[in-house]
Protein backbone atom coordinates (compact mmCIF):
# COMPACT_ATOMS: atom_id res chain seq x y z
CA UNK A 1 0.00 0.00 0.00
CA UNK A 2 1.73 3.14 -1.15
CA UNK A 3 1.87 5.73 1.73
CA UNK A 4 2.37 8.66 -0.77
CA UNK A 5 -1.14 8.27 -2.43
CA UNK A 6 -2.44 9.07 1.04
CA UNK A 7 -0.38 12.37 1.17
CA UNK A 8 -3.05 14.99 0.21
CA UNK A 9 -1.46 17.86 2.19
CA UNK A 10 1.03 18.86 4.48
CA UNK A 11 -1.36 18.29 7.41
CA UNK A 12 -1.47 14.42 6.69
CA UNK A 13 2.34 13.98 7.17
CA UNK A 14 2.19 14.94 10.93
CA UNK A 15 0.28 11.97 11.78
CA UNK A 16 3.05 9.67 9.83
CA UNK A 17 5.10 7.37 12.51
CA UNK A 18 8.74 7.35 12.05
CA UNK A 19 8.35 3.83 10.27
CA UNK A 20 5.82 5.46 8.15
CA UNK A 21 8.26 8.94 7.38
CA UNK A 22 11.08 6.51 6.29
CA UNK A 23 8.87 4.56 3.76
CA UNK A 24 7.06 7.96 2.48
CA UNK A 25 10.88 9.25 1.52
CA UNK A 26 11.88 6.28 -0.06
CA UNK A 27 8.02 6.61 -2.19
CA UNK A 28 8.86 10.19 -3.06
CA UNK A 29 12.51 9.45 -4.16
CA UNK A 30 11.34 6.42 -6.53
CA UNK A 31 8.72 9.03 -7.80
CA UNK A 32 11.35 11.60 -7.88
CA UNK A 33 13.43 9.55 -10.16
CA UNK A 34 10.83 7.85 -12.45
CA UNK A 35 9.48 11.01 -13.14
CA UNK A 36 12.25 13.34 -13.60
CA UNK A 37 14.34 11.30 -15.73
CA UNK A 38 11.01 10.72 -18.35
CA UNK A 39 10.56 14.47 -18.33
CA UNK A 40 14.00 16.19 -17.66
CA UNK A 41 14.30 18.53 -14.90
CA UNK A 42 16.52 19.26 -11.83
CA UNK A 43 16.38 16.14 -9.94
CA UNK A 44 19.86 16.43 -7.93
CA UNK A 45 18.67 19.10 -5.80
CA UNK A 46 15.04 17.55 -4.99
CA UNK A 47 16.89 13.68 -4.11
CA UNK A 48 18.49 16.27 -1.49
CA UNK A 49 16.20 17.70 0.19
CA UNK A 50 13.31 15.04 0.26
CA UNK A 51 13.69 14.63 4.60
CA UNK A 52 14.19 18.04 4.76
CA UNK A 53 11.03 18.99 2.99
CA UNK A 54 9.07 16.50 5.21
CA UNK A 55 10.44 18.39 8.48
CA UNK A 56 10.06 21.70 6.99
CA UNK A 57 5.93 20.77 6.20
CA UNK A 58 5.68 18.48 9.38
CA UNK A 59 6.81 21.39 11.38
CA UNK A 60 5.30 24.19 9.67
CA UNK A 61 1.80 24.95 8.70
CA UNK A 62 1.97 26.27 5.17
CA UNK A 63 0.01 27.97 3.68
CA UNK A 64 -0.55 30.17 6.84
CA UNK A 65 3.56 29.69 7.46
CA UNK A 66 5.42 31.21 4.40
CA UNK A 67 7.95 28.66 3.16
CA UNK A 68 10.44 29.70 0.54
CA UNK A 69 12.47 28.26 -1.74
CA UNK A 70 15.74 29.68 -3.14
CA UNK A 71 16.07 28.98 -6.00
CA UNK A 72 12.38 27.28 -6.14
CA UNK A 73 13.87 24.71 -8.48
CA UNK A 74 14.29 22.46 -5.83
CA UNK A 75 10.86 22.21 -4.87
CA UNK A 76 9.65 19.20 -6.73
CA UNK A 77 8.99 17.59 -2.99
CA UNK A 78 7.08 20.75 -1.99
CA UNK A 79 5.06 19.95 -4.89
CA UNK A 80 4.10 16.56 -4.39
CA UNK A 81 3.63 16.92 -0.78
CA UNK A 82 0.79 19.90 -1.55
CA UNK A 83 -1.10 18.38 -3.07
CA UNK A 84 0.17 17.80 -6.42
CA UNK A 85 1.60 14.16 -6.40
CA UNK A 86 -1.03 12.84 -8.52
CA UNK A 87 -0.02 15.53 -11.53
CA UNK A 88 3.73 15.12 -11.14
CA UNK A 89 4.22 13.49 -13.81
CA UNK A 90 3.11 16.36 -16.51
CA UNK A 91 6.33 18.19 -14.56
CA UNK A 92 7.27 20.97 -17.31
CA UNK A 93 4.83 19.59 -19.76
CA UNK A 94 2.92 21.95 -21.95
CA UNK A 95 -0.38 22.66 -19.30
CA UNK A 96 1.46 20.51 -16.65
CA UNK A 97 3.47 21.37 -13.39
CA UNK A 98 5.99 23.94 -13.87
CA UNK A 99 10.02 23.18 -12.65
CA UNK A 100 9.32 25.85 -10.25
CA UNK A 101 7.10 27.65 -7.34
CA UNK A 102 4.24 28.85 -9.30
CA UNK A 103 1.18 30.37 -7.64
CA UNK A 104 -1.40 29.79 -9.92
CA UNK A 105 -0.79 25.83 -9.08
CA UNK A 106 -0.85 26.52 -5.44
CA UNK A 107 -1.44 28.60 -2.62
CA UNK A 108 1.30 26.42 -0.66
CA UNK A 109 3.87 28.24 -3.36
CA UNK A 110 4.41 31.72 -2.41
CA UNK A 111 7.07 33.39 -4.39
CA UNK A 112 7.62 31.83 -7.68
CA UNK A 113 11.58 31.60 -7.19
CA UNK A 114 14.04 30.86 -9.65
CA UNK A 115 16.73 33.16 -9.78
CA UNK A 116 18.81 32.51 -7.23
CA UNK A 117 20.11 34.42 -3.92
CA UNK A 118 16.57 35.96 -3.85
CA UNK A 119 14.67 34.09 -1.27
CA UNK A 120 16.09 36.01 2.03
CA UNK A 121 14.89 39.41 0.44
CA UNK A 122 11.31 37.87 -0.03
CA UNK A 123 11.66 36.52 3.96
CA UNK A 124 12.72 40.16 5.17
CA UNK A 125 10.14 42.02 3.72
CA UNK A 126 7.30 38.83 4.81
CA UNK A 127 8.40 39.52 8.42
CA UNK A 128 8.58 43.25 8.14
CA UNK A 129 4.72 43.01 6.90
CA UNK A 130 3.95 40.46 9.58
CA UNK A 131 5.66 42.88 12.27
CA UNK A 132 4.03 46.10 11.10
CA UNK A 133 0.28 44.70 11.02
CA UNK A 134 1.22 43.07 14.87
CA UNK A 135 0.62 39.60 13.50
CA UNK A 136 2.95 36.97 15.40
CA UNK A 137 0.80 33.26 14.74
CA UNK A 138 2.43 33.06 10.92
CA UNK A 139 6.50 31.82 10.39
CA UNK A 140 9.03 33.17 7.86
CA UNK A 141 10.93 30.49 6.49
CA UNK A 142 13.55 30.94 3.82
CA UNK A 143 15.07 27.50 2.19
CA UNK A 144 18.65 28.61 0.58
CA UNK A 145 21.39 26.76 -0.80
CA UNK A 146 25.21 27.28 -0.45
CA UNK A 147 25.53 27.89 -3.50
CA UNK A 148 22.78 30.31 -3.90
CA UNK A 149 24.66 32.19 -0.46
CA UNK A 150 27.66 32.71 -2.80
CA UNK A 151 25.22 35.95 -4.25
CA UNK A 152 25.40 39.15 -2.93
CA UNK A 153 22.09 39.81 -2.96
CA UNK A 154 21.72 37.19 0.00
CA UNK A 155 23.94 38.55 2.19
CA UNK A 156 22.60 42.11 1.04
CA UNK A 157 19.31 40.48 3.03
CA UNK A 158 21.48 39.14 5.83
CA UNK A 159 22.34 42.64 6.88
CA UNK A 160 19.03 43.41 7.07
CA UNK A 161 17.34 40.61 9.03
CA UNK A 162 20.22 40.46 11.50
CA UNK A 163 19.99 43.86 12.12
CA UNK A 164 16.24 43.36 12.98
CA UNK A 165 14.69 41.10 15.72
CA UNK A 166 11.70 40.20 14.11
CA UNK A 167 11.36 36.23 13.67
CA UNK A 168 12.79 34.58 10.09
CA UNK A 169 13.75 31.11 10.25
CA UNK A 170 16.75 30.56 7.58
CA UNK A 171 17.01 26.99 6.31
CA UNK A 172 20.91 26.89 4.65
CA UNK A 173 20.70 23.62 2.87
CA UNK A 174 24.55 23.00 2.03
CA UNK A 175 24.80 20.26 0.21
CA UNK A 176 28.74 21.68 -1.04
CA UNK A 177 27.39 22.21 -4.42
CA UNK A 178 25.91 24.84 -6.70
CA UNK A 179 25.57 22.89 -10.32
CA UNK A 180 29.59 22.14 -9.67
CA UNK A 181 31.30 22.33 -5.78
CA UNK A 182 30.43 25.35 -4.20
CA UNK A 183 33.55 28.29 -4.41
CA UNK A 184 35.15 30.72 -2.46
CA UNK A 185 35.44 32.13 1.15
CA UNK A 186 31.84 31.19 2.07
CA UNK A 187 32.22 27.41 1.05
CA UNK A 188 35.07 27.16 2.93
CA UNK A 189 33.68 29.11 6.04
CA UNK A 190 31.03 26.42 5.67
CA UNK A 191 33.61 23.27 5.79
CA UNK A 192 34.71 24.61 8.94
CA UNK A 193 31.79 24.34 10.42
CA UNK A 194 30.93 21.08 9.17
CA UNK A 195 34.14 20.07 10.24
CA UNK A 196 34.90 18.15 13.92
CA UNK A 197 33.46 20.37 16.87
CA UNK A 198 36.48 20.63 18.72
CA UNK A 199 37.96 24.18 17.59
CA UNK A 200 35.11 24.90 14.90
CA UNK A 201 34.62 27.93 14.33
CA UNK A 202 32.06 30.96 15.30
CA UNK A 203 29.89 31.23 12.70
CA UNK A 204 29.91 34.55 10.75
CA UNK A 205 26.08 33.94 10.96
CA UNK A 206 26.72 34.82 14.71
CA UNK A 207 28.49 38.04 13.98
CA UNK A 208 25.49 39.20 11.36
CA UNK A 209 23.21 38.95 14.48
CA UNK A 210 21.80 36.03 13.35
CA UNK A 211 21.35 32.70 16.39
CA UNK A 212 22.98 29.45 14.78
CA UNK A 213 21.96 25.94 14.71
CA UNK A 214 23.74 23.25 13.49
CA UNK A 215 25.07 21.32 11.57
CA UNK A 216 22.45 18.94 11.15
CA UNK A 217 22.02 16.18 9.19
CA UNK A 218 19.63 16.72 6.73
CA UNK A 219 18.45 13.40 6.17
CA UNK A 220 17.57 12.79 10.01
CA UNK A 221 13.93 14.03 10.18
CA UNK A 222 13.53 14.10 13.85
CA UNK A 223 17.09 15.66 14.05
CA UNK A 224 15.40 18.24 11.83
CA UNK A 225 12.39 18.62 13.43
CA UNK A 226 14.17 19.18 16.57
CA UNK A 227 16.01 21.96 14.84
CA UNK A 228 13.53 23.99 13.05
CA UNK A 229 11.40 23.76 16.83
CA UNK A 230 14.19 25.01 18.30
CA UNK A 231 14.29 28.23 16.03
CA UNK A 232 10.80 28.83 16.10
CA UNK A 233 10.90 28.84 19.82
CA UNK A 234 13.79 31.48 19.66
CA UNK A 235 11.15 34.14 18.16
CA UNK A 236 14.36 36.07 16.64
CA UNK A 237 16.48 35.66 13.64
CA UNK A 238 17.93 31.98 13.04
CA UNK A 239 20.28 30.02 10.86
CA UNK A 240 19.53 25.94 10.77
CA UNK A 241 22.70 24.91 9.06
CA UNK A 242 21.78 21.12 7.56
CA UNK A 243 24.18 19.19 5.63
CA UNK A 244 22.20 17.31 2.54
CA UNK A 245 23.58 15.16 -0.03
CA UNK A 246 22.77 15.87 -3.29
CA UNK A 247 21.74 13.18 -5.67
CA UNK A 248 20.73 11.26 -2.21
CA UNK A 249 19.37 7.78 -2.88
CA UNK A 250 20.14 7.34 -6.28
CA UNK A 251 23.19 5.98 -7.10
CA UNK A 252 23.98 7.09 -10.33
CA UNK A 253 23.41 10.50 -9.47
CA UNK A 254 25.93 10.10 -5.99
CA UNK A 255 28.26 8.90 -8.36
CA UNK A 256 28.21 11.68 -10.98
CA UNK A 257 31.02 13.85 -9.85
CA UNK A 258 30.42 17.04 -12.33
CA UNK A 259 26.87 18.24 -10.75
CA UNK A 260 25.67 15.01 -9.33
CA UNK A 261 22.47 15.09 -11.87
CA UNK A 262 21.72 18.64 -11.31
CA UNK A 263 19.43 18.64 -14.16
CA UNK A 264 18.84 15.94 -16.61
CA UNK A 265 17.17 15.57 -19.99
CA UNK A 266 14.33 13.80 -20.41
CA UNK A 267 13.70 10.44 -22.11
CA UNK A 268 12.33 11.90 -24.97
CA UNK A 269 14.57 14.27 -27.25
CA UNK A 270 14.01 17.60 -27.98
CA UNK A 271 12.73 18.53 -31.62
CA UNK A 272 15.76 19.56 -33.40
CA UNK A 273 18.39 18.27 -31.42
CA UNK A 274 18.46 14.74 -33.38
CA UNK A 275 20.07 15.87 -36.62
CA UNK A 276 23.80 15.49 -35.19
CA UNK A 277 24.96 18.49 -35.56
CA UNK A 278 26.55 19.96 -31.79
CA UNK A 279 24.70 22.38 -29.77
CA UNK A 280 25.21 26.04 -30.12
CA UNK A 281 27.18 25.66 -26.40
CA UNK A 282 29.48 23.03 -27.69
CA UNK A 283 30.18 25.23 -30.50
CA UNK A 284 31.24 27.82 -28.15
CA UNK A 285 33.42 26.02 -25.99
CA UNK A 286 35.17 24.63 -28.82
CA UNK A 287 35.98 27.83 -30.42
CA UNK A 288 37.25 29.74 -27.18
CA UNK A 289 39.54 26.57 -26.17
CA UNK A 290 41.01 27.70 -29.41
CA UNK A 291 41.09 31.40 -29.23
CA UNK A 292 42.52 31.22 -25.56
CA UNK A 293 45.37 28.63 -27.43
CA UNK A 294 46.10 32.09 -29.21
CA UNK A 295 45.64 35.03 -27.02
CA UNK A 296 47.51 34.62 -23.38
CA UNK A 297 45.21 37.60 -22.53
CA UNK A 298 41.63 35.90 -22.88
CA UNK A 299 40.14 34.94 -19.07
CA UNK A 300 37.02 33.00 -18.88
CA UNK A 301 34.53 33.86 -16.00
CA UNK A 302 31.46 31.73 -14.93
CA UNK A 303 28.65 32.68 -12.39
CA UNK A 304 28.67 28.76 -10.53
CA UNK A 305 27.86 27.52 -14.12
CA UNK A 306 31.12 26.38 -15.53
CA UNK A 307 29.86 23.25 -17.62
CA UNK A 308 26.41 23.74 -18.79
CA UNK A 309 28.13 27.77 -20.50
CA UNK A 310 30.39 25.52 -22.18
CA UNK A 311 33.58 26.63 -20.60
CA UNK A 312 34.38 22.68 -19.27
CA UNK A 313 37.34 22.30 -21.44
CA UNK A 314 38.54 25.66 -20.89
CA UNK A 315 39.10 25.81 -17.51
CA UNK A 316 40.51 22.14 -17.99
CA UNK A 317 43.26 23.76 -19.76
CA UNK A 318 43.56 26.75 -18.43
CA UNK A 319 42.94 26.55 -14.74
CA UNK A 320 44.47 30.03 -13.85
CA UNK A 321 42.69 31.69 -16.70
CA UNK A 322 39.11 30.53 -15.11
CA UNK A 323 37.54 32.59 -12.47
CA UNK A 324 34.03 30.66 -10.72
CA UNK A 325 32.21 33.53 -9.05
CA UNK A 326 29.86 31.78 -7.68
CA UNK A 327 26.15 33.10 -8.24
CA UNK A 328 27.09 36.40 -8.58
CA UNK A 329 26.75 38.14 -11.86
CA UNK A 330 26.87 41.47 -10.94
CA UNK A 331 30.45 40.44 -9.27
CA UNK A 332 31.03 38.89 -12.58
CA UNK A 333 30.59 41.83 -14.68
CA UNK A 334 32.72 44.33 -12.19
CA UNK A 335 35.53 41.89 -11.92
CA UNK A 336 35.74 41.71 -15.54
CA UNK A 337 35.62 45.26 -15.95
CA UNK A 338 38.47 45.29 -13.67
CA UNK A 339 40.24 42.65 -15.56
CA UNK A 340 39.95 44.14 -18.61
CA UNK A 341 41.25 47.79 -17.50
CA UNK A 342 44.15 44.81 -16.14
CA UNK A 343 44.94 44.49 -19.32
CA UNK A 344 43.23 41.60 -19.86
CA UNK A 345 40.46 40.94 -21.99
CA UNK A 346 37.40 38.39 -19.68
CA UNK A 347 34.81 36.51 -21.42
CA UNK A 348 31.89 36.40 -19.54
CA UNK A 349 29.16 33.38 -20.17
CA UNK A 350 26.39 33.29 -19.00
CA UNK A 351 22.65 32.02 -19.92
CA UNK A 352 20.79 35.41 -21.18
CA UNK A 353 18.49 35.12 -18.86
CA UNK A 354 20.83 35.81 -15.55
CA UNK A 355 22.61 38.67 -17.39
CA UNK A 356 19.26 40.83 -16.25
CA UNK A 357 20.72 40.50 -13.17
CA UNK A 358 23.53 42.44 -13.65
CA UNK A 359 22.52 45.63 -16.46
CA UNK A 360 23.55 47.79 -14.15
CA UNK A 361 27.23 46.75 -14.10
CA UNK A 362 26.79 46.18 -17.97
CA UNK A 363 26.19 50.04 -18.68
CA UNK A 364 27.84 51.50 -16.02
CA UNK A 365 30.61 49.35 -15.17
CA UNK A 366 31.93 47.75 -18.22
CA UNK A 367 30.10 50.26 -20.94
CA UNK A 368 30.92 53.77 -19.23
CA UNK A 369 34.33 52.49 -19.03
CA UNK A 370 34.79 51.41 -22.67
CA UNK A 371 35.85 48.22 -21.17
CA UNK A 372 36.87 45.04 -23.76
CA UNK A 373 34.42 42.66 -21.92
CA UNK A 374 33.00 40.00 -24.13
CA UNK A 375 29.52 38.61 -22.96
CA UNK A 376 28.80 35.01 -24.04
CA UNK A 377 25.03 34.39 -23.60
CA UNK A 378 23.47 31.05 -24.23
CA UNK A 379 20.47 29.92 -23.97
CA UNK A 380 18.77 33.04 -25.70
CA UNK A 381 15.61 33.70 -27.06
CA UNK A 382 12.72 31.15 -26.46
CA UNK A 383 14.35 28.31 -23.81
CA UNK A 384 10.96 26.00 -23.16
CA UNK A 385 10.65 23.76 -20.79
CA UNK A 386 12.19 26.06 -17.72
CA UNK A 387 9.31 28.19 -18.01
CA UNK A 388 9.04 32.26 -17.78
CA UNK A 389 11.72 33.31 -16.07
CA UNK A 390 14.02 31.60 -17.77
CA UNK A 391 13.51 32.60 -21.43
CA UNK A 392 16.31 34.58 -22.57
CA UNK A 393 14.36 36.95 -24.27
CA UNK A 394 15.16 40.12 -22.46
CA UNK A 395 18.80 40.59 -23.42
CA UNK A 396 19.03 42.63 -27.39
CA UNK A 397 16.01 45.02 -25.46
CA UNK A 398 18.43 45.25 -22.56
CA UNK A 399 21.87 45.51 -24.79
CA UNK A 400 19.96 48.26 -27.33
CA UNK A 401 20.49 50.59 -24.35
CA UNK A 402 23.87 49.94 -24.02
CA UNK A 403 25.83 52.71 -25.23
CA UNK A 404 29.02 51.48 -27.43
CA UNK A 405 27.85 47.89 -26.86
CA UNK A 406 28.09 45.61 -30.05
CA UNK A 407 25.74 42.42 -30.43
CA UNK A 408 25.77 39.96 -32.66
CA UNK A 409 23.61 37.07 -33.05
CA UNK A 410 24.77 34.59 -34.86
CA UNK A 411 22.80 32.22 -37.27
CA UNK A 412 24.47 28.87 -37.10
CA UNK A 413 27.97 27.23 -36.17
CA UNK A 414 30.17 28.69 -38.51
CA UNK A 415 28.93 32.67 -37.95
CA UNK A 416 29.16 31.53 -34.18
CA UNK A 417 32.54 30.90 -34.55
CA UNK A 418 33.02 34.02 -36.54
CA UNK A 419 31.71 36.39 -34.71
CA UNK A 420 33.24 34.92 -31.46
CA UNK A 421 36.53 35.92 -32.86
CA UNK A 422 35.69 39.25 -33.99
CA UNK A 423 33.77 40.18 -30.28
CA UNK A 424 37.35 39.42 -28.86
CA UNK A 425 39.00 41.76 -31.61
CA UNK A 426 37.48 44.64 -30.37
CA UNK A 427 39.53 46.83 -27.72
CA UNK A 428 37.38 50.06 -27.07
CA UNK A 429 33.92 48.84 -25.23
CA UNK A 430 32.21 45.62 -24.80
CA UNK A 431 30.68 43.27 -26.87
CA UNK A 432 27.80 40.23 -26.92
CA UNK A 433 27.12 37.08 -28.70
CA UNK A 434 23.69 35.36 -27.96
CA UNK A 435 22.82 32.08 -29.32
CA UNK A 436 19.78 29.48 -28.51
CA UNK A 437 19.00 26.58 -26.19
CA UNK A 438 19.65 23.33 -28.78
CA UNK A 439 22.07 22.23 -31.28
CA UNK A 440 22.63 24.41 -34.11
CA UNK A 441 21.91 22.20 -37.51
CA UNK A 442 23.19 22.70 -40.56
CA UNK A 443 24.89 25.72 -41.43
CA UNK A 444 22.73 28.10 -43.74
CA UNK A 445 25.55 30.16 -45.99
CA UNK A 446 25.09 33.33 -47.09
CA UNK A 447 24.98 33.89 -50.76
CA UNK A 448 26.29 37.43 -50.78
CA UNK A 449 27.93 39.99 -48.28
CA UNK A 450 26.78 43.91 -48.26
CA UNK A 451 28.58 46.14 -46.51
CA UNK A 452 29.06 43.45 -43.67
CA UNK A 453 25.38 42.17 -44.31
CA UNK A 454 24.90 38.59 -45.30
CA UNK A 455 22.52 37.99 -48.15
CA UNK A 456 20.81 34.55 -47.94
CA UNK A 457 18.30 34.95 -50.29
CA UNK A 458 18.03 37.51 -53.62
CA UNK A 459 14.65 38.33 -54.83
CA UNK A 460 13.73 38.84 -58.00
CA UNK A 461 12.89 42.10 -57.13
CA UNK A 462 12.50 44.95 -54.58
CA UNK A 463 8.95 43.88 -52.82
CA UNK A 464 9.89 42.57 -49.66
CA UNK A 465 13.76 42.40 -47.49
CA UNK A 466 13.30 40.29 -44.58
CA UNK A 467 15.88 40.77 -41.87
CA UNK A 468 17.00 37.93 -40.13
CA UNK A 469 17.98 37.61 -36.37
CA UNK A 470 20.60 35.02 -35.49
CA UNK A 471 19.05 31.56 -35.51
CA UNK A 472 15.74 32.32 -36.99
CA UNK A 473 17.15 32.01 -40.62
CA UNK A 474 15.87 28.69 -41.69
CA UNK A 475 12.19 30.43 -40.68
CA UNK A 476 13.26 33.20 -42.61
CA UNK A 477 13.79 31.29 -45.78
CA UNK A 478 11.27 29.25 -46.02
CA UNK A 479 8.59 31.97 -45.16
CA UNK A 480 10.70 33.86 -48.50
CA UNK A 481 10.15 30.12 -50.62
CA UNK A 482 6.22 30.54 -49.84
CA UNK A 483 6.55 34.17 -50.25
CA UNK A 484 7.61 34.03 -53.67
CA UNK A 485 5.36 31.31 -54.65
CA UNK A 486 2.55 34.03 -54.30
CA UNK A 487 4.20 36.28 -56.75
CA UNK A 488 6.42 38.39 -54.06
CA UNK A 489 10.23 39.34 -54.50
CA UNK A 490 12.11 38.97 -51.05
CA UNK A 491 15.20 39.20 -50.14
CA UNK A 492 16.73 37.61 -46.80
CA UNK A 493 19.40 39.36 -45.19
CA UNK A 494 21.47 38.36 -41.77
CA UNK A 495 23.22 41.32 -40.42
CA UNK A 496 25.10 39.23 -37.65
CA UNK A 497 25.89 41.69 -35.81
CA UNK A 498 22.44 43.54 -34.68
CA UNK A 499 23.90 46.31 -32.96
CA UNK A 500 25.15 48.71 -34.30
CA UNK A 501 22.58 48.76 -36.82
CA UNK A 502 24.62 48.52 -40.15
CA UNK A 503 24.37 51.14 -42.67
CA UNK A 504 24.23 48.62 -45.25
CA UNK A 505 21.72 47.60 -43.85
CA UNK A 506 19.77 50.88 -44.02
CA UNK A 507 20.44 51.43 -47.86
CA UNK A 508 18.87 47.94 -48.87
CA UNK A 509 15.57 48.78 -46.64
CA UNK A 510 15.30 51.98 -48.74
CA UNK A 511 15.39 50.25 -51.90
CA UNK A 512 12.40 47.82 -50.88
CA UNK A 513 8.55 48.16 -50.82
CA UNK A 514 8.65 46.58 -46.68
CA UNK A 515 11.47 45.77 -44.90
CA UNK A 516 10.29 43.38 -41.80
CA UNK A 517 12.42 41.50 -39.02
CA UNK A 518 12.26 38.20 -37.37
CA UNK A 519 13.88 37.76 -33.93
CA UNK A 520 13.63 35.41 -31.00
CA UNK A 521 13.68 38.25 -28.57
CA UNK A 522 10.78 40.52 -27.05
CA UNK A 523 9.34 43.06 -29.71
CA UNK A 524 9.39 45.89 -27.26
CA UNK A 525 12.77 47.52 -27.90
CA UNK A 526 14.42 44.71 -30.23
CA UNK A 527 16.77 44.48 -33.10
CA UNK A 528 13.87 44.94 -35.03
CA UNK A 529 12.93 47.93 -33.01
CA UNK A 530 16.34 49.08 -33.58
CA UNK A 531 16.32 49.10 -37.23
CA UNK A 532 12.98 50.16 -37.55
CA UNK A 533 14.23 53.31 -35.83
CA UNK A 534 17.20 53.62 -37.84
CA UNK A 535 14.91 53.97 -40.93
CA UNK A 536 13.24 56.41 -39.75
CA UNK A 537 16.12 58.12 -38.90
CA UNK A 538 17.29 58.23 -42.79
CA UNK A 539 14.00 59.53 -43.69
CA UNK A 540 12.88 56.25 -45.17
CA UNK A 541 9.21 56.15 -46.03
CA UNK A 542 9.25 51.91 -46.02
CA UNK A 543 7.00 50.66 -43.59
CA UNK A 544 9.05 48.15 -40.91
CA UNK A 545 7.05 44.90 -40.04
CA UNK A 546 8.40 43.49 -36.93
CA UNK A 547 7.86 40.03 -36.00
CA UNK A 548 9.45 38.46 -32.26
CA UNK A 549 7.91 37.76 -28.90
CA UNK A 550 5.00 38.56 -27.25
CA UNK A 551 6.18 41.05 -24.48
CA UNK A 552 4.67 38.88 -21.82
CA UNK A 553 5.88 36.02 -19.58
CA UNK A 554 5.31 32.66 -21.82
CA UNK A 555 4.06 29.49 -19.89
CA UNK A 556 6.33 26.15 -20.21
CA UNK A 557 6.31 24.62 -23.18
CA UNK A 558 8.86 23.60 -25.45
CA UNK A 559 10.64 25.89 -27.85
CA UNK A 560 8.70 24.74 -31.14
CA UNK A 561 5.28 25.33 -29.56
CA UNK A 562 6.16 28.56 -27.79
CA UNK A 563 7.41 29.85 -31.03
CA UNK A 564 4.72 29.05 -33.09
CA UNK A 565 2.20 30.55 -30.69
CA UNK A 566 4.38 33.57 -30.96
CA UNK A 567 3.62 33.70 -34.52
CA UNK A 568 7.29 32.89 -35.34
CA UNK A 569 6.60 30.03 -37.91
CA UNK A 570 7.37 30.44 -41.44
CA UNK A 571 3.74 30.40 -42.56
CA UNK A 572 2.28 32.74 -40.25
CA UNK A 573 4.82 35.38 -41.04
CA UNK A 574 4.33 34.83 -45.00
CA UNK A 575 1.25 35.26 -44.59
CA UNK A 576 1.13 38.65 -42.65
CA UNK A 577 3.52 40.03 -44.73
CA UNK A 578 1.45 39.21 -48.00
CA UNK A 579 -1.45 40.61 -46.34
CA UNK A 580 0.43 43.51 -45.55
CA UNK A 581 1.71 43.98 -49.48
CA UNK A 582 -1.92 42.85 -51.08
CA UNK A 583 -4.02 45.76 -52.76
CA UNK A 584 -6.29 47.33 -51.17
CA UNK A 585 -9.67 46.92 -53.00
Known amino acids: MSLLSDVHGPADLRAL ?14 LLVETVTRTGGHLGPN ?40 AFATLRTAGGLSGYPSRAESEHDVVENSHAS ?37 WEALNSIGA ?17 PTVGAVAEHLAALRGPAPGAPEAVFESLGLTYLGPVDGHDVQALETALRAAVHLRRPVVVHCVTEKGRGHLPAEQDEADRFHAVRGSSPLP ?67 LALGGMHPVVALYATFLNRAFDQVLLDAALHRAPVTFVLDRAGVTGDDGASHNGMWDMSLLQLVPGLRLAAPRDATTLRR ?32 GGVDVLRHGEWDDIL ?17 LAERGFGVTVVDPCWVKPVAPALIGLGLRHRLVATVEDNGRSGGAGAAIAQALSDAGARTPARTFGIPQRFLEHGSRASLLAA ?17 PVS
Open 466 to 482: LVSVGAMARTCLEAAES
Open 164 to 180: ADRPVVIVLNDNTRSYS
Open 17 to 30: TPEQIRQLVLEIRQ
Open 272 to 338: GTGDGSPSWTEVFGQEILELGAARKDIVAITAAMLAPTGLAGFAERYPERTIDVGMAEQHAVTAAAG
Open 118 to 154: TALSWADGLARALSIQSVTDRAVVAVIGDGALTGGMA
Open 419 to 450: ALREAVAVHDGPTAVRFPKGSTGPDVPALDTI
Open 566 to 582: SGLTADRIARALADALA
Open 47 to 86: LGVVELTVALHRVFESPRDHILWDTGHQAYVHKILTGRAS
